[in-house]
C-alpha cells in the first residue's frame, strides 16, 4: 500500500507553486531553502512525477505540477476545516453535551442543573436521554452518551464513578395510615401491606427486594409503577405504603401530606453519582457540568439525616 502523503510537503508544493521561488516559499514557511528543494523532491518521488522545471532557484509547475495543485490545495483545505471544526468545538459555549438520567434525576436534578449550565454554554447542544440504570448502562457503552446521572454500578470494571450524594430509602405513608400513628412500620405487618414500588426492572426495586429478602420478609401484595410521581399519589390516597427516598419527596414531607418511617433497623442507603467509560478525558462543558452538578446536589441533599424511628 502506498504511504499517505505528508502534508508537509503538500504544503512546501503550494507554497513554492505560489512563490516560483525555492528563496522565497523558505522565507514565508521560516524554512531553509534546502528543506523546501528536500521536500519537494521527496514529494515528487513519492508521486512518481516530475512537479516543476527548475531554473537556478525559480520553480515552474510542470503540467502534472498543474494538475497536483488542484488535488493539493483542496487537501490542504479540507485539513484547515477540520482543524477550525475542532477548534470550534473546543472554544468555550461551543460543544455538545450527551446525558444519560433516570427520570427522577431527569425531574429533581437536571432543570437546576441545566440552567446553570446554559449560562455559561449558550450555545452548547444538550441532549437528554431518560432511562432507568441498565439502560443507561447500554447508552454509554455503545457511545449514544457522554455522562449518566445514576446509581452506582456493581462491578463494572470499564467505567469511572464520580460520587455526588447518598440517600436512604425509607417507607412514605399517608398522615392516617396506621404506622404513621404508630410512629413505625412493625415487622409483623411488612408482608402484608400493599408495597408501592417503583419498576420492577429498575436497579432500585431490586435494592428493595433483597433488602427484605435478607430479612425475610415476604412482600406478598406489590403494585408497581414507572414513576415516582404516581407512586406519591396512590401513597397519599391510602393505597399502601410506598419505598423511596425522602428528597423525592421533600415537599410532600414538608407538607405533612406525607410522612417518611425507616424501612427497620437496617438502613438501605444508596450512592448516586456520575458515570462514564473509563479512560475519556472529559471535554470543558462536561467537567462544568459535573462541578455543577455537584453544586446543586449538594444543596438539594444536605447532609443525609437518619430517619426518625
Not at 204 to 221: A, G, P, Q, S, W
Amino acid at each position: 500500500m502506498k504511504q499517505i502523503l505528508d502534508s508537509r510537503q503538500l504544503l512546501a508544493f503550494t507554497m513554492l507553486a505560489r512563490r516560483g521561488s525555492f528563496t522565497l516559499a523558505a522565507k514565508d514557511m521560516f524554512l531553509t531553502q534546502s528543506a523546501v528543494s528536500h521536500a519537494i523532491k521527496a514529494l515528487e518521488e513519492e508521486v512518481g512525477a516530475r512537479l516543476f522545471d527548475r531554473t537556478g532557484k525559480r520553480a515552474r509547475l510542470t503540467q502534472s505540477g498543474e494538475q497536483f495543485l488542484r488535488h493539493a490545495e483542496k487537501i490542504l483545505h479540507e485539513m484547515e476545516l477540520a482543524r477550525a471544526g475542532l477548534e470550534h468545538m473546543s472554544n468555550w459555549g461551543h460543544s455538545r453535551l450527551r446525558v444519560g438520567a433516570s427520570t427522577t434525576a431527569c425531574q429533581h436534578i437536571l432543570p437546576t442543573v441545566l440552567r446553570e449550565f446554559r449560562q455559561s454554554f449558550p450555545k452548547c447542544v444538550i441532549r437528554i436521554e431518560p432511562g432507568d440504570h441498565l439502560h443507561q448502562l447500554e447508552l454509554l457503552r455503545t457511545n449514544q452518551i457522554d455522562l449518566a446521572i445514576m446509581l452506582e454500578p456493581t462491578a463494572q470494571t470499564d467505567l469511572t464513578f464520580l460520587p455526588l450524594f447518598s440517600d436512604e430509602l425509607c417507607f412514605v405513608v399517608a398522615p392516617l395510615h396506621p404506622w404513621s400513628k404508630a410512629g413505625r412500620a412493625p415487622r409483623e405487618g411488612i408482608a402484608g401491606e400493599t408495597m408501592i414500588l417503583y419498576n420492577k426492572h429498575s436497579f432500585t426495586f431490586r435494592m428493595v427486594h433483597d433488602y427484605f429478602r435478607e430479612e425475610k420478609i415476604v412482600l406478598t401484595n406489590v403494585i408497581e409503577l414507572g414513576s415516582m410521581e404516581a407512586i406519591k399519589e396512590l401513597v397519599k390516597i391510602g393505597l399502601g405504603a410506598g419505598v423511596l427516598a425522602p428528597w423525592i419527596a421533600r415537599s410532600e414531607l414538608e407538607s405533612g401530606s406525607l410522612v417518611a418511617l425507616p424501612l427497620g433497623p437496617r438502613k438501605l442507603r444508596r450512592r448516586w453519582g456520575i458515570s462514564y467509560l473509563k479512560g475519556r478525558r472529559l471535554a470543558l462543558g462536561e467537567e462544568t457540568f459535573v462541578g455543577l452538578c455537584e453544586s446543586v446536589t449538594g444543596i438539594l441533599m444536605p447532609p443525609m439525616a437518619a430517619v426518625s424511628a
